[in-house]
């Protein structure tokens, strides 16, 4: 396994269009993160699962978005009628948390999806 | 909640020197880990140096150490014998310890050049 992935690296798309983001982790890790980061600033948080359980969705995370991990393994990302300010880099992590993790909960970031909407 | 100040958009440094960057964080909570992530151009972020909070020790990974000063809520980077491939996106980043360890707040990141 050679680390976090994420699928399509770039998305171009029109205000108003849906659009959907595929994350897949490291094999054994059991939670996994979707931050947004956005010109000039640090990653957000969004949102985080473990296993196929979604156990916290920020603020951030408006109605238009939505986010599952159906089998605990890949996971998704969806932003429906997407507006201007939706473009950002949307970033995916993974860890192992429990026993055979590390004590801090070391996450492993993806390459990103970077988002332009028109 | 927490928050996570990085005062320096942007830093540059000559190859082989050193270069401290700056990162201060407010939060109420006693335990917790802080973090320095590398975000390089175009790839992935990764780790580079942790500290627990309950450490007194500053933490040290080869050409890379802290200063963590609890006290003053300060938690600064830095980077000996500067290499090219140390050019990147810096960012500082806070987790609260125990309970279910998850979220990371970032701050908004200092861009450092390192210059041949």
């Known amino acids: 396994d050679t680390g976090v992935s994420q699928d399509p690296r770039h998305k171009i798309t029109k205000r108003g269009q849906n659009v959907t983001f595929r994350c897949d982790p490291i094999?054994?890790?059991?939670?996994l993160y979707w931050y947004r980061q956005t010109l000039g600033q640090g990653p957000e948080f969004l949102t985080y699962f473990q296993n196929e359980a979604q156990l916290e969705k920020s603020r951030l995370l408006s109605d238009r978005f939505s986010a599952e991990r159906p089998k605990g393994s890949f996971s998704t990302l969806e932003i429906q009628r997407t507006e201007q300010g939706d473009s950002a880099m949307y970033l995916c992590?993974?860890?192992?948390?429990?026993?055979?993790?590390?004590?801090?909960?070391?996450?492993?970031f993806g390459p990103g999806t970077r988002l332009t909407v028109l | 909640a927490q928050t996570v100040t990085q005062s320096q958009p942007e830093m540059s440094v000559q190859e082989a020197e050193t270069v401290t960057l700056s990162c201060t964080y407010d939060?109420?909570?006693?335990?917790?880990?802080l973090f320095w992530y590398k975000q390089p151009p175009s790839r992935q972020m990764i780790l580079v140096i942790r500290q627990e909070a309950y450490k007194q020790q500053n933490a040290t990974e080869n050409r890379f150490s802290v200063n963590f000063q609890k006290a003053a809520k300060s938690f600064s980077l830095k980077i000996s014998d500067s290499q090219l491939g140390d050019t990147a996106m810096y960012f500082c980043a806070f987790m609260k310890r125990g309970g279910s360890n998850y979220k990371l707040t970032f701050g908004k990141g200092t861009l450092l050049t390192v210059n041949p």
């Open positions: 094999s054994e890790h059991n939670r």
């Open positions: 939060t109420s909570e006693s335990n917790y880990y």
């Open positions: 992590a993974s860890s192992l948390y429990g026993p055979g993790g590390t004590p801090y909960n070391e996450q492993f």
